[in-house]
């Protein structure tokens, strides 16, 4: 592939894309009515600092980079949750999950022990687009309710091929026969990481790396959907690099120069994701896709420091309200709908994709959905702040009391493990150093009553991830947040 650049260019690449913020001046086509294909790659568990294009010095993605430096980077993007089911729902969803009961990961195994998934009431974006006339398909994870009524088939998808539970095993040469003993025991509940993939309800005898093979199918539904006289949408989620840590031999091998084993692993299966990236470039290409489609990567949460993940310069990772735990890299790339070579510094959230794929697709939002996020296609393109005045929230609920981080331009409150509230700057101090919290005590007082006043909106949880985090919120009023707002602050 002519996109493979040496490690030296990549980096250099990435200096040039973060000093060009300056004045910025998308351009959206204005000339075509040509609705474009819209691709959502999602990783899974991915750190901040784990991409060549947002600062990695011992990954190499040059797939990723080649496109994030052909797109628009996002320096400050969020998402709606730090942990990847409550995550999700808000991507699929627009709203943030507190406010329809989806705070928590929906718990393994959920398709025998849980009769539930995301509310039904809610539309998902995938349905609004196969509604305008998108073929629609998702590959990799879903994570968004294991039952018959939740499938993805169910919520808005003509395709789907990958599994309905948190996470899976990546070998299946290792999780199959593991599989295999146990459905020939009786066992009725079979870990979801064990389970067969499906393929649109048919269970598939899978032979490769799950994210080789995710990959794989994916570039097949281009293929197919490129036969076809509307456009698509394909939401393409892989499990990588979640855990468990397992790489193939030849991809661990790139990386021989990294001596912690975890981290190792680690690197080896993002570089899968990356070259799994090209392929699915190289479909575009091969069907002439690729110049009006817009391909957004993301993560779902920021990375596990425990598992080799880093997010520097973010403080904390996966499940906190610091910043490694929400914030994370993102890019746009459409050759057709925007310049590229720019970075985007403004704040938005992945919950801003839903109105924002709405408006490109010229698709009609049911009149009662309630949506959080906003169309952020003008202020992209003027280079306009999208959330001026307004917060994004993030919020975890732990063991009897829960963490909260708000952002509002420039300034962010933090309150975690039962501390007093601090306030950052969080444009001059992303690493959350420098508490102001003295110094501008007034703003501090009015981004917490803004809080406060979310709050109201959110509803009790649905279901609980460990269940017995279910006595702890009863026996701790959690509902009322007396730990946020009635402590010291």
């Known amino acids: 592939m002519k996109r493979k650049l040496h490690l030296e260019s990549i980096y250099f690449i990435i200096f040039l894309g973060f000093?060009?913020?300056?004045?910025?001046?998308?351009?959206?086509?204005?000339?075509?009515?040509?609705?474009?294909?819209?691709?959502?790659?999602?990783?899974?568990?991915?750190?901040?600092?784990d991409v060549g294009f947002n600062g990695a010095k011992d990954i190499i993605t040059p797939e990723l980079d080649h496109l994030a430096n052909n797109g628009v980077m996002f320096s400050a993007a969020y998402v709606a949750h730090p942990f990847c089911g409550p995550s999700r729902a808000g991507l699929?969803?627009?709203?943030?999950?507190?406010?329809?009961?989806?705070?928590?990961?929906?718990?393994?195994?959920?398709?025998?022990?849980?009769?539930?998934?995301?509310?039904?009431?809610?539309?998902?974006?995938?349905?609004?687009?196969?509604?305008?006339?998108?073929?629609?398909?998702?590959?990799?994870?879903?994570?968004?309710?294991?039952?018959?009524?939740?499938?993805?088939?169910?919520?808005g998808f003509d395709d789907f091929y990958g599994f309905l539970g948190g996470g899976h095993r990546y070998f299946p040469s290792q999780y199959q026969p593991i599989y295999e003993k146990q459905k020939a025991a009786g066992n009725k509940i079979i870990?979801?990481?064990?389970?067969?993939?499906?393929?649109?309800?048919?269970?598939?005898?899978?032979?490769?790396?799950?994210?080789?093979?995710?990959?794989?199918?994916?570039?097949?539904?281009v293929d197919e959907a490129s036969k076809?006289?509307?456009?698509?949408?394909?939401y393409l989620a892989y499990n990588a690099?979640?855990?468990?840590?397992?790489?193939?031999?030849?991809?661990?091998?790139?990386?021989?120069?990294?001596?912690?084993?975890?981290?190792?692993?680690?690197?080896?299966?993002?570089?899968?994701?990356?070259?799994?990236?090209?392929?699915?470039?190289d479909a575009l290409e091969r069907n002439d896709q690729l110049?009006?489609?817009?391909?957004?990567?993301?993560?779902?949460?920021?990375?596990?420091?425990?598992?080799?993940?880093?997010?520097?310069?973010?403080?904390?990772?996966?499940?906190?309200?610091?910043?490694?735990?929400?914030?994370?890299?993102?890019?746009?790339?459409?050759?057709?709908?925007?310049?590229?070579g720019k970075t985007f510094e403004h704040p938005i959230s992945a919950i801003d994709l839903y109105p924002t794929f709405a408006r490109l697709a010229k698709?009609?939002?049911?009149?009662?959905?309630?949506?959080?996020?906003?169309?952020?296609?003008d202020d992209l393109s003027e280079g306009n702040e999208p959330h001026k005045n307004e917060i994004i929230y993030a919020l975890r609920h732990r063991e009897g009391y829960s963490d909260v981080g708000a952002r509002k331009g420039d300034w962010k409150i933090l309150k975690t493990n039962q501390n007093n509230?601090?306030?950052?700057?969080?444009?001059?101090?992303?690493?959350?150093?420098?508490?102001?919290?003295?110094?501008?005590?007034?703003?501090?007082?009015?981004?917490?009553?803004?809080?406060?006043?979310w709050t109201k909106s959110h509803i009790e949880p649905k279901w609980f991830d460990p269940d017995s985090l279910k006595y702890l919120w009863e026996t701790h009023e959690m509902d009322t947040f007396k730990t946020i707002f009635d402590a010291e602050k």
């Open 363 to 377: 698709a009609e939002i049911p009149k009662a959905k309630i949506l959080h996020g906003k169309d952020i296609w």
């Open 92 to 155: 699929m969803t627009g709203r943030y999950p507190h406010t329809f009961g989806s705070q928590f990961n929906l718990p393994q195994n959920s398709g025998e022990l849980l009769n539930t998934g995301i509310p039904l009431e809610e539309t998902f974006i995938s349905k609004v687009l196969q509604n305008s006339g998108y073929y629609t398909g998702i590959i990799g994870k879903w994570h968004l309710g294991a039952v018959p009524e939740y499938h993805p088939l169910k919520r």
């Open 291 to 340: 110049d009006n489609t817009l391909i957004i990567f993301l993560s779902d949460n920021g990375g596990k420091l425990s598992l080799g993940a880093t997010n520097f310069p973010l403080q904390k990772g996966k499940g906190s309200t610091q910043e490694g735990g929400y914030r994370v890299p993102m890019f746009f790339h459409w050759p057709k709908g925007i310049e590229g």
């Open 191 to 221: 870990n979801d990481y064990l389970k067969p993939l499906e393929h649109n309800y048919k269970e598939v005898r899978e032979t490769e790396y799950i994210t080789d093979a995710l990959s794989r199918e994916a570039s097949r539904f």
């Open 19 to 49: 000093t060009s913020c300056g004045d910025l001046s998308y351009l959206p086509s204005k000339s075509s009515n040509d609705r474009p294909n819209i691709i959502v790659v999602l990783c899974d568990d991915l750190g901040y600092s």
């Open 421 to 453: 509230w601090k306030l950052f700057n969080i444009k001059n101090d992303i690493s959350e150093q420098n508490d102001l919290s003295n110094q501008y005590p007034d703003q501090m007082e009015e981004m917490i009553l803004d809080v406060k006043n």
């Open 241 to 281: 690099p979640h855990s468990p840590l397992e790489a193939k031999a030849e991809d661990l091998a790139i990386f021989d120069f990294i001596k912690d084993k975890k981290r190792k692993t680690y690197a080896a299966m993002v570089y899968a994701v990356d070259r799994g990236v090209g392929k699915l470039v």
């Open 228 to 234: 076809k006289e509307n456009p698509f949408f394909l």
